[in-house]
């Protein structure tokens, strides 16, 4: 093993993967580069900044350049963008962005964490000035400062950094509208789930376009105006923020021949290494494994992200540390409704080869009795032949995500309906009913398997 590592990415897996190396190697010498002016940030809480629910910027980070080379040893530099991996020679050739210089830096081993990039839709006018995303600290200031002089925006997407975004920009006064292609919301819920999430959005106002696809950001006197429609509308915007996806930003490992997969993410196995033993890899960039079926997948959440970059760093460091693959296990809020979902959905599950079928209950998350209650709606998806717990997604109110995290935990540990039903979950009437909601939905999922299964 080497002593330079040099860490392309300063946020959550390739920090992760830095910190946990210098912890177990102190005499490693690390290198970040980071192209954005900011490391360590928590980009899953920029609709709330965007809002002003977050004050500053600067609530959203956990670290600074500085602090990492002061407090951690590890030289951080922002601003730095790697343009090039020369495998042959172990370097890589780095742009200072604020200087344009350019110059080369050799690598022992070497670590890839370059993140995801969103997708922008191929239409006219997806360049002009007020067209934002929302994937960096520097997206959430500009599009902050935008909205604070707009009266209406428009998001084209309907996952879950639009709907974030559009309830934030809701309460800061705009009239906000959401164009999304599918015919549905969030589409890995069930219907009936998707159909919630709609009627709370529209219930504060939020105008829903399903079925609609942008074609073109209108222009005016050089800035975005509206959007028009496939179908010839045009919606009035001051303001128009693209959340259609993110594809992982691979292009340097393309470039330098690594081995890619699913949606052109980086093939690593289970110690985060790529094709070439000298490069590793992790986060939104990578491509996963599915807990369930073992099948390639693509999650890129930020849990994901720093658990890889933890596994990385052990490795990088010289132990054999192993990523044995994710659930896609999520949760989002939308105004007053929660919604949460692990594992694989029912189609997900027949596509795969199982008996599969859903159960679903509605139940309320603590005693009738006691007040300021609300109710939990929880579908599990299992495996009729054998009971096997396969999937789970609930709406409701903020206990959603607790009982998720129970379900998830009984999915990677390869429960059953009937052993998730002898669980002995916690009562009290101002936390939960005598029953949980998770021991309703395992009663009810039984009989599926009792029914079904034979």
């Not at 309907?158 to 589409?187: D, N, S, Y």
């Not at 110690?271 to 890129?300: H, W």
């Not at 396969?390 to 995290?405: D, F, I, K, P, S």
């Amino acid at each position: 093993m080497g002593n330079t590592l040099v860490v392309i990415g300063g946020t959550a897996a390739g920090l992760s993967a830095a910190s946990k190396a210098k912890r177990l190697c102190p005499e490693l010498e690390i290198i970040v580069y980071e192209r954005s002016g900011y490391v360590s940030y928590g980009a899953c809480g920029l609709p709330y900044f965007v809002g002003g629910l977050i004050p500053e910027a600067e609530d959203l980070i956990s670290l600074t350049a500085d602090s990492l080379r002061q407090k951690r040893g590890i030289p951080t530099y922002t601003r730095h963008e790697v343009i090039c991996i020369h495998r042959d020679k172990k370097q890589v050739e780095v742009k200072n962005l604020d200087t344009g210089e350019v110059f080369t830096q050799g690598y022992d081993q070497l670590m890839i964490a370059t993140g995801a990039e969103p997708v922008i839709p191929p239409i006219p006018g997806a360049n002009a000035q007020g067209v934002h995303c929302l994937r960096t600290v520097e997206d959430g200031i500009a599009l902050r400062a935008r909205a604070a002089g707009a009266k209406r925006a428009v998001i084209v997407g309907g996952g879950f950094i639009g709907l974030e975004t559009a309830e934030e920009l809701t309460q800061a006064g705009l009239a906000v509208t959401v164009v999304e292609a599918m015919p549905r919301l969030l589409p890995f819920l069930m219907e009936d789930y998707a159909g919630r999430i709609q009627a709370e959005l529209a219930a504060h106002g939020v105008a829903v376009r399903l079925g609609a696809a942008a074609a073109e950001v209108v222009v005016e006197d050089g800035r975005a105006a509206g959007v028009r429609l496939a179908e010839g509308e045009t919606l009035p915007a001051d303001l128009v923020l693209f959340s259609v996806g993110v594809r992982p930003a691979t292009r340097l490992a393309a470039d330098c021949g690594l081995t890619l997969g699913l949606k052109g993410a980086i093939v690593v196995d289970e110690e985060q290494r790529t094709s070439d033993p000298c490069i590793y890899a992790a986060g939104d960039c990578v491509q996963m494994k599915n807990l369930i079926t073992g099948e390639p997948c693509y999650f890129p959440l930020g849990t994901t992200a720093n658990k890889q970059g933890r596994i990385a760093g052990e490795n990088l460091a010289g132990q054999h540390s192993t990523f044995k693959g994710v659930l896609g296990s999520q949760v989002t809020k939308v105004f007053d409704l929660y919604a949460a979902a692990t594992g694989l959905t029912l189609r997900q599950a027949e596509e795969a080869g199982f008996a599969a079928a859903a159960s679903s209950i509605t139940k309320g998350d603590r005693a009738s009795y006691y007040p300021g209650g609300g109710e939990n709606h929880l579908t599990l998806i299992l495996d009729t032949a054998t009971g096997r717990l396969l999937g789970a997604q609930g709406v409701g109110t903020a206990t959603v995500a607790g009982r998720m995290n129970v379900l998830a935990t009984a999915i990677t540990a390869g429960m059953t309906v009937e052993e998730l039903n002898e669980l002995d979950l916690v009562y009290s009437p101002s936390v939960a009913p005598v029953y949980d909601p998770i021991l309703i939905a395992a009663s009810q999922a039984i009989k599926k398997v009792k029914r079904e299964g034979k």
